[in-house]
């Protein structure tokens, strides 16, 4: 008995082996020397790498520039997938309802999630372009005025934020479609019978029934939109000034533009710290309402 038991946890061992491996080479090495790196004054140009320890979490927390750019970030991330929330919800709900035509608008639904994202940025920049963009041009054929959405800190905020929700709002809603077939139709039938209206059994059915699914949604978007790159790559460069940088453009300028790779790595912790704590709350509002 003892020696099939061994033989089975040789074999599981034999196995699993491979892929311990792969992930201690793709991802805890990587990790180590990224945490290592961001306690040293590593650069490109620099023959010697002093250990710093702790200064360069110091130097980051210290400077204005780097909070306004954390602060946006939060900013982006949270604003975008509550408006993703809520337009994909209202989109699957008009979705989910009996109408001519249903196939084709499920399907149009998809191309803005279809469009490559930087594709999408590098056409909406020039949609907004003051000088030669549709939207100026059409604006100032009604009021003689071309407006510069790019050049103001807040407009430019603003615009990044809807670009991005146009761009996920469609995926969020193929999710919630999917979960609002699943809900039971006796559950609105009965509601009706008890004379319950639209919004009672969209807050008192719809909502409850779908709530998992809102916050898996929900916290899988905060973690994919904390790494988001190319979209503001490709539409603000993180400008004016650094009015729209997030943290990934942030690692992208001071490692790849400027070659602090230590200083760099201090931002990628700190974004990895960010991107366990938001697992770690996504899985705990999980479990509390999974049933």
């Not at 792969?22 to 010697?48: K, N």
């Not at 479609?177 to 139709?185: D, I, M, S, T, Y």
């Amino acid at each position: 008995m003892h020696q099939n038991k061994r033989k089975a946890i040789l074999v599981f061992a034999i196995l699993v082996a491979p892929v311990i491996l792969l992930r201690l080479a793709t991802a805890a090495y990587p990790i180590g020397q990224t945490i290592w790196l961001s306690m040293t004054d590593t650069h490109l140009f620099e023959s010697e790498h002093a250990f710093v320890g702790l200064d360069n979490y110091r130097n980051l927390f210290a400077d204005p520039e780097f909070r306004s750019i954390l602060g946006f970030s939060l900013v982006f991330i949270v604003a975008s997938t509550l408006l993703e929330i809520f337009f994909g919800l209202l989109i699957a709900s008009l979705l989910n309802t009996k109408f001519k035509g249903r196939f084709l608008a499920r399907t149009i639904n998809l191309l803005p999630w279809a469009i490559p994202t930087i594709v999408a940025a590098y056409a909406f920049q020039w949609l907004l372009d003051d000088q030669f963009g549709m939207f100026s041009h059409w604006i100032s054929q009604f009021t003689g005025m071309r407006p510069s959405v790019m050049s103001s800190a807040l407009n430019a905020r603003i615009t990044l934020i809807l670009v991005n929700v146009w761009k996920n709002a469609s995926f969020m809603a193929i999710i919630f479609l999917a979960g609002l077939q699943g809900v039971p139709q006796e559950l609105y039938e009965a509601a009706r019978v008890d004379g319950a209206g639209p919004l009672t059994r969209f807050f008192k059915i719809t909502i409850p029934m779908l709530m998992p699914l809102l916050i898996t949604m929900g916290m899988f978007f905060l973690i994919w939109q904390l790494t988001n790159f190319d979209l503001v790559y490709g539409l603000t460069s993180g400008g004016p000034g650094t009015a729209t940088t997030i943290v990934p453009l942030n690692i992208f300028h001071e490692g790849l533009i400027f070659f602090k790779f230590g200083y760099a790595s201090a931002i990628s912790v700190i974004l990895m710290v960010f991107v366990a704590v938001l697992g770690l709350v996504g899985v705990w509002q999980f479990r509390r309402f999974d049933y």
